[in-house]
């Protein structure tokens, strides 16, 4: 069978690529994978016993099969060196749900993620407000509700994807929640919590985050004021 297989930094390098196919046997699993890759690609093989592998979007067990098509990302020690503050069975939590979240429930998953590991912890709430523009650029303070609507499996594979980003670009761990459905003004639309080494790399990604939430992420508001209602893109 075939699968796809990522390359970045060093890898990507050494091979000159960053995108090729590969075939194994049925049953493989990861670890069956990076050995015959080795074998394939002598070159990167120095390489292999020290990459964390993300299979479509989420970190992999050296123990996971893989199956036809999967996407393999074969991801070097990020930089800062191989002391990553993260387990190799790194798997974010996101969420797209119509029940209430809070930044409680994000910081204790990366607080149980990193183990004690992290020097800091970021988080972001996004919360409905009272004020707001329509789409003519009519100022408007008397907004009730919101309501939100999500194309759901795209929508958390896509926060599970920023998340993975977050995790290779910043050692880091992330949490991410949405909610949709009708959100009254105070209540908290998306909870973000982003921990890392260092206090620098948990605000540029928490920041990264819900910056690529608006750009990548299926989610769509309607504003409900007292006399009409309109929709906005993004959260």
């Known amino acids: 069978m075939t699968v796809q297989i990522l390359l970045f930094a060093s890898l990507k390098d050494a091979l000159n690529t960053a995108q090729l196919e590969f075939e194994v046997p049925e049953g493989a699993r990861i670890q069956d994978v990076l050995r015959a890759f080795g074998e394939a690609y002598p070159t990167v093989a120095r390489y292999l016993p020290h990459v964390r592998v993300a299979r479509n979007l989420d970190y992999a067990a050296q123990d996971d099969e893989v199956q036809q098509g999967d996407e393999l990302a074969l991801i070097p020690p990020v930089s800062g060196g191989s002391d990553t503050i993260l387990p190799d069975d790194y798997a974010p939590l996101v969420g797209v749900r119509e029940e209430e979240i809070s930044l409680d429930e994000v910081t204790r998953a990366v607080e149980g993620q990193t ?29 009730e509700y919101l309501d939100y609507e999500a194309f759901v499996p795209m929508a958390e594979a896509k926060l599970r994807e920023i998340a ?63 006399d009409g209602f309109w929709w906005k893109e993004g959260s």
Do not use: M, Y
Request: net charge positive; charged share 25%.
């Open 115 to 143: 183990q004690g590991r992290a020097g800091a912890i970021c988080t972001f709430s996004g919360l409905v407000r009272s004020t707001s523009r329509d789409p003519e650029g009519n100022w408007h303070d008397d907004i």
């Open 164 to 226: 993975v980003e977050v995790a290779v670009k910043w050692d880091a761990a992330c949490a991410v929640l949405h909610r949709v459905g009708k959100l009254q003004v105070g209540e908290a639309s998306v909870v973000i919590a982003v921990a890392s080494a260092h206090r620098a790399a948990s605000f540029e990604a928490c920041r990264f985050v819900i910056e690529e939430i608006k750009v990548r992420v299926p989610i769509w508001k309607r504003e409900t004021a007292r």
